[in-house]
């Protein structure tokens, strides 16, 4: 779909510029706020917003003022002030709240108030991921808010721009959900773009792109240390999901149908970003990159020449992979491959997760990929309702047996806009009550009868100690540089991780190049002051003194 498609007709005479205004909602931790994985601690290029602004500049037939402005780039005692002169600059005429994380809502009465305060005329918009899971309640409860954007927002926010009463549009068009609907009980309904090469090409003279860094996918082999070393840039090449994962609520924000941008188009921006920032490190954010593999492959071969790391932090699905997609994937610049498993229980990815994925296909296909020289991570989820402790001491033993060098383990969480939401209130699991953003992901927070939910956080941390550290597969294979940067990643990352430094200091005597002193220091300095670690590690029988 293109501008020519959306039947709205030539503006007349001269017009002023019509100012949008986008604000990033705070996300990231701060330093005086307890550390969650509910938040990210490092800030992220705004892609969403950055792909709608992009469009709209493409196709406005109107002149445009576009400005970003990213809360997560300023301290929390700088917003007010920021937001203010930013809004005093030129008075938008749209400001549009980008809401990601269910974490941001906590911020978005405040952000809305200030900017109706300073602009009562503006139009203030909602829209994101937890905008679109929550579209039901977020109109009742913020005054300010003017309409929610339902799943996908340039083609929706194109008529709105393009209109000769914007606000009248908010009406007219399905994708905009005000209160008015609400009551009168209208749904929504997405305004999904099928030709993605319109949205590839991001402008990222919109932002001061240099600013962000990227730390999200784990990987032995990145650098994060230096962060003039990388430069990255994330892109997304498909959109929709096909799967029904009960955990999973990508079909809510692009549909069940699979749209892809073509490999030219791709290629063409890639090239762009390699030339004109120098860019290294490049991120694909697909939910199903792999699923045309004819389509992947193509994509592989032709990005093997630009030399960049890639990464897939939203993980592959394994089925899709080949020998030759292992190959042509490693000489694309992969060198991390996380694929999306879930559960080592054939029981729970067939009836719980409705997952088809087959688990006696795994081995091979590790293999495979370990011929290739590639790390082999797995992503798994515990704790859904239905999982029994055998279940979950499958997934440690097929995690053995395969052979996968890491493993990624996330409780299983009832997020807005999943099956497994639905399933939980229908059965009060959980409080029907609970609000935008209460969800603590470093907390089990269902509560099925005959469960403990605490059982379930330890025996889930106990099974992450357990494969990556304790058995871990690269020391078992007596590669212990690999293991030790794994170690030092998650130092890094966690400074206070007593495994890792313990194991640390094990692979580093094994390579004979330290005997680990100062690791194996650092390991006792915490058991000795920390209870909980210190009951880990008598679980493994680990010395403590």
């Not at 992979?321 to 996380?338: C, N, R, S, Y």
């Not at 609000?435 to 009868?449: K, T």
Request: proline fraction near 5%.
């Amino acid at each position: 779909m293109t501008a020519e498609t959306l039947n709205i007709p030539h503006p007349t005479g001269q017009e002023r510029e019509f100012s949008l205004l986008f604000v990033i909602l705070p996300y990231r931790v701060y330093a005086n706020e307890a550390k969650s994985s509910k938040t990210r601690s490092f800030t992220a290029m705004p892609y969403g917003v950055l792909s709608i602004a992009s469009y709209l500049k493409k196709h406005s037939r109107r002149p445009l003022d576009i400005r970003i402005f990213d809360m997560n780039l300023y301290e929390r005692d700088e917003w007010h002030n920021a937001l203010a002169q930013t809004l005093e600059q030129r008075t938008p005429d749209v400001v549009g709240l980008s809401l990601m994380f269910d974490i941001s809502y906590r911020y978005v009465a405040e952000i809305a108030g200030a900017a109706r305060k300073l602009s009562p005329e503006t139009l203030i918009l909602l829209g994101g991921a937890a905008a679109t899971t929550s579209w039901e309640v977020i109109p009742r409860e913020q005054p300010d808010i003017d309409a929610v954007c339902y799943a996908e927002g340039e083609a929706a926010l194109l008529r709105l721009v393009n209109a000769p009463e914007p606000r009248a549009e908010l009406a007219r068009h399905p994708a905009w959900v005000t209160r008015h609907k609400l009551e009168q009980r209208m749904p929504p309904v997405a305004d999904y773009l099928n030709d993605l090469d319109e949205l590839i090409d991001i402008d990222y003279g919109l932002i001061e792109y240099w600013k962000y860094g990227m730390k999200e996918a784990f990987s032995p082999f990145s650098s994060y240390g230096d962060d003039h070393e990388n430069r990255q840039f994330f892109i997304v090449t498909s959109r929709g999901c096909p799967f029904k994962c009960v955990f999973c609520a990508e079909p809510s924000f692009h549909g069940k149908n699979m749209r892809y941008a073509s490999v030219d188009a791709v290629i063409a921006h890639v090239g762009q970003l390699v030339e004109r920032y120098g860019m290294n490190v490049l991120t694909f954010y697909d939910d199903q990159l792999l699923l045309e593999r004819d389509r992947a492959k193509e994509l592989f071969r032709r990005l093997a020449p630009f030399g960049l790391r890639v990464e897939t932090p939203n993980g592959l699905t394994a089925a899709f992979i080949d020998d030759e997609m292992a190959m042509l994937m490693k000489q694309a610049g992969l060198d991390t491959v996380p694929l999306a498993i879930e559960s080592g229980s054939d029981h729970v990815l067939k009836h719980i997760i409705h997952k088809p994925l087959r688990l006696d296909k795994l081995k091979g296909i590790v293999d495979t990929l370990k011929k290739h020289g590639l790390f082999v991570q797995g992503f798994f989820v515990s704790g859904l309702p239905g999982e029994l402790e055998e279940h979950r001491d499958e997934t440690v033993r097929f995690i053995k047996e395969v052979g996968l060098d890491w493993g990624s383990f996330s409780l299983a969480t009832p997020l807005r806009g999943t099956q497994l939401y639905h399933m939980c209130v229908e059965n009060g699991w959980i409080d029907k009550n609970l609000g935008i953003g209460d969800i603590d992901l470093n907390q089990y927070i269902i509560r099925v009868p005959g469960t403990d939910p605490d059982h379930i956080m330890r025996k889930t941390y106990l099974m992450n100690l357990e494969v990556n550290f304790v058995h871990n597969h690269r020391m078992s294979a007596g590669d212990y540089a690999v293991a030790a940067r794994c170690f030092e990643d998650v130092i890094q990352r966690y400074g206070n991780h007593a495994f890792a430094y313990y194991y640390l200091a094990q692979a580093q005597r094994a390579m004979a190049a330290d005997d680990g002193g100062d690791a194996l220091e650092h390991y006792f300095r915490i058991v000795e002051t920390d209870p909980i670690w210190k009951s880990y590690a008598q679980a493994f029988d680990l010395p403590v003194h």
